[in-house]
């Protein structure tokens, strides 16, 4: 970029060609006021406050959109920019109400502040008014265009950044005004909600309904989102140990300016009257408050009394890391069980049992920002706009960049929009699929033979399963058209760096270790892996379901994916605890649920977890538990599972603590306390501590999360760098194995963690059950934006309610034209293990042939109806494909 030299203010300064004068001058720290600017969106010149003085011309431009030309001579003070700017102001000030007093942005109103900075006292013009009525439909944002000076910011942050377009310019002249299609109110547009507009309006027409005191707040903590993978960065506002309001931190590079709607506005949970507040014991089948003692010494007898074989601890992936170590601990060193998991069984197992295979590890190798600079991107089994809204974003941003998006999904779900191609496989055909891509990669010649011959090995007897994927059978199996097989596999061979993402729409099948399998051979044969933004990108879906994974919540492996098989790795551990650890590995959870329902795991204690709905066949789940002698449930609600529960010990939200969640991409990021506990609720750290200490534990004597974190960088090499001092200045990419090491963004750059990357012949499996005359119809399940999880956090907001208010069935309308079914009606969803009442939601975006369910709902829980069969390695149930019939609900 060529060099260009100005003057401005008497200065010479030099700048990059293609700089504006404002970028030039913010750059020098010369000061020049803006409103409709702002550094992340298009510049406009819309508000002409920034106006300059170019001396060779004598005119007054705008600095925001005027680049820098060699000569200029600008000057940013002149008494005529001066009064320029003032009279801008002034012209706004006379089209505005005169509200400041009880308007909710208070002092952090940029008009307001302006007009004072230009010391203007008075308006000259002739007042003109125009009002508007306020749209209040929104549950959590407020719009009072009343107020607005037609900045355009919230229009450009809503195309540009968000995507979304739910609102663009209205009308003409002196009516002008951002406005949604048709001017209805924002519930009846395409917003979701994200409040990114809200945070971009510099006067009060846009505001958020619950942070209306915002200008009160008394403490403001950076802390992380507790809902997906994305690990999104946030301030939490307090007032009087309340959260009064949630923003985002722009200098953070997982987010940056950017929150979905659950990070925004979903945190009323935490202050929700049904917050468990004290021990509650089971007596005569009642609950009954108990103090900590009480309960506490209970649960410890109780758990003395089984034997190792007998117990099992399910962890939580809402918990910390420093929760998820305590947890393992707990089982491995107290009840000398490795009977311990937790939900990555039920989303990401394959993931990690497959790249061990394929890499030797089992994470996302790339990191999110890496997304927006690739030149195709193949999403496969991901909603991504639902279930990861902030990758979506990073999506969005590199198509508009040129980038080649291909989307692999039933459904027709909304990156469809975005895609050069749709490849619409049947459900559970992606073995078939991406082995069809492969074979036309290898027959075409598009391999990266250079990479494969220096990195990888087992070609050979990969080529060969190729044999078996001819385009006839692939088509005939997925149902995509050859020809748009072809074209998938020449785009992502050739419009490098190409990279993978996927989600469950991957993992939750039979055979979905061989669907992540095969997407790791795609990305070797093509050498699309250890660069930027190629990759095999597992998207994870809760806040630290890799940080409870990397913690060792898992039943074969202690913390860093280290086996307790191996003698040295044990007597390490062994060491280091003080005790004599159990060498057998231990059950999954879906096998846990099982021996449970047979009598052999006889007591659990379960933290932060509702598998009645979220494993498959509740009802199986459900006499299960029943069947339990003692069953211990620590949670912030009394959900579902917590009420068969014996005992139930109140733990505290994300808010409430201090600790660190891992994203999605291994970024290890600190969690920070902003409230007390409610009630009498405590950390789930201290509580497991406490009941360790109670057993006879030794190193359960923590005082601060800190402590564990320091002992689990001790015995943890991929955490061995991670201290709360170092992460005081953001997060790091674990593998960080030293404290000097700067962490690591990508995997696999130099070699594969396994050494050579191996590829691994496949074969197509079918789903296990595909429909037939009794269930013709395919159900498949996925989230909703709007909810997370079993809803036991989301359900609690009511603005989330009111956005989405229950569950529903999503039917092609073709088929329910044969069922004699409309749109809106309650149906029943009926499957080989249960039935559920529905409304059914018509429409396009479900193919014929396939009905879709979120699982948020207990009132319609969609995994009464899903397929407990397992996939033989890493033991995840396929909840992605089960077949079902739809009747008309005539209760
Ligand atoms: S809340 Fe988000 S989606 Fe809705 S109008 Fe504002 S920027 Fe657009
Ligand atoms: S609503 Fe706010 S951000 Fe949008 S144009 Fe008006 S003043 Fe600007
Ligand atoms: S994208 Fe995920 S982490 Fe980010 S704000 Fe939304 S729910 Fe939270």
Partial sequence: MGKVTITINGSRLSGRDGMTILNLAQENNIPIPTLCHHPLLTPTGACRICLVEDENSGQLIASCVTPITPGMAIKTDSPRVLEARRAFVELMLAE??????????????????????????QVRFKRLRRFYPLDDTNPFIERDLTKCIMCGRCIRACHEIQGVTAIDYAYRGFDIKPATPQDRGLIDSACVSCGLCVSMCPVGALSDKSTRYWSKETSKVQTICPYCGCGCSLYLSTRDQKIIGVSSCPE?????????????????????????????IKRAGEFTPATWDEALDLVASKLSSYKADELAVISSAKCTNEENYIAQKFARAILSTNNVDHCAR???????????????????TNSMAEIGDASCILAIGTNTTEAHPIIAL??????????????????EIDLVRWSHLWLQQQPGSDVALLMGMAKVIVDEGLVDKAFIDERCENLDAFKKSLEGFDLDFVERTTGVPKDKIAEAARVYATDRPSSILYAMGITQHSHGTDNVIATANLAMLTGNIGKPSTGVNPLRGQNNVQGACDMGALPNVYPGYQAIADDNIRAKFEQAWCCSLNPTPGLPITEMINAAYRGEIKAIYLIGENPLLSEPDITHAKEALEKLEFLVVQDIFLSETAELADVVLPGTSFAEKDGTFTNTERRVQRVRKAIEPIGDSKPDWQITCQLGRGMGGKGFDFEHPSQIMDEIASLTPSYGGISYQRLEDGGLQWPCPTPEHPGTPILHSQQFTRGKGRFIPLEYKPPMELPDKEYPLILTTGRSLYHFHTGTLTRKVEGLNVLKKEGEVEINPRDASKLGIADGEMVKVISRRGEVVARAKLTEVSPVGVVFMTFHFAESPANLLTNPALDPVAKIPEYKVCAVRVEKNHK
């Fill in 394 to 411: 990073e999506i969005k941003r590199a198509v508009d960049k040129g980038a080649k998006l291909i989307v692999a999904n039933p459904r």
């Fill in 346 to 364: 039920l989303c990401h197992a394959p993931t990690v049992a497959g790249l061990v295979q394929s890499f030797g590890s089992g994470a996302m």
């Fill in 252 to 280: 953070n590079s997982v987010n940056g300016i950017s929150l979905c709607v659950k990070g925004r506005y979903g945190f009323d949970f935490v202050h929700h009257q049904d917050r468990l507040k004290t021990p509650l």
């Fill in 96 to 121: 505005h109400p005169d509200s400041c007093l009880v308007c909710d942005k208070g002092n952090r109103c940029e008009l307001r502040k302006l007009a004072s900075e230009l010391e203007v006292s």
